[in-house]
């Protein structure tokens, strides 16, 4: 291997990958609530108490709480994943400054289009 890291950037290189990994398991989890919360059931328990609403105030109430627990749990799910996105992007872009980029889990020289060589950012002999 030709190309080397700055050895002054061990420290930020290494800081900056371990919060991508992070910010990538984030993701992953956040969009696992997304599915999660869209998958719930509770619309369907307000839209029967809905039906119960039309002699009664309080399953009219019961009814809006129900709906607005649904839709509470997936506007923030949807929030925690966009700022994992945004965090991973965010990531990308200050390795990209350093002529890197990041596949996946792993780490690339910008030039290695074909990503034949992955790069550990904890191996030593990386940095000169």
């Not at 290189?13 to 398991?25: P, T, V």
């Not at 709480?65 to 994943?81: D, G, Q, S, T």
């Not at 965090?87 to 872009?93: A, G, M, P, Q, Y």
């Amino acid at each position: 291997m030709d190309k080397y890291l700055v050895a002054e950037q061990k420290f930020d290189l290494q800081q900056n990958f371990r919060r991508a990994l992070k910010c990538q398991e984030q993701l992953s989890t956040a969009k696992d609530a997304v599915k999660e919360a869209r998958s719930s059931r509770v619309w369907i328990v307000a839209l029967i108490v809905l039906i119960f609403a039309i002699g009664s105030d309080f399953f009219l109430g019961a009814s809006a709480a129900l709906f607005a627990h649904y839709f509470y749990r997936i506007i923030r799910a949807w929030y925690a994943v966009s700022r994992a996105e945004e965090s991973l992007e965010e990531n990308e872009r200050w390795f990209s400054s350093k002529g890197l980029k990041l596949e996946g889990r792993v780490l690339y020289f910008r030039e290695d289009s074909l990503l034949e060589q992955p790069l550990d950012p904890f191996d030593d002999e990386l940095y000169r």
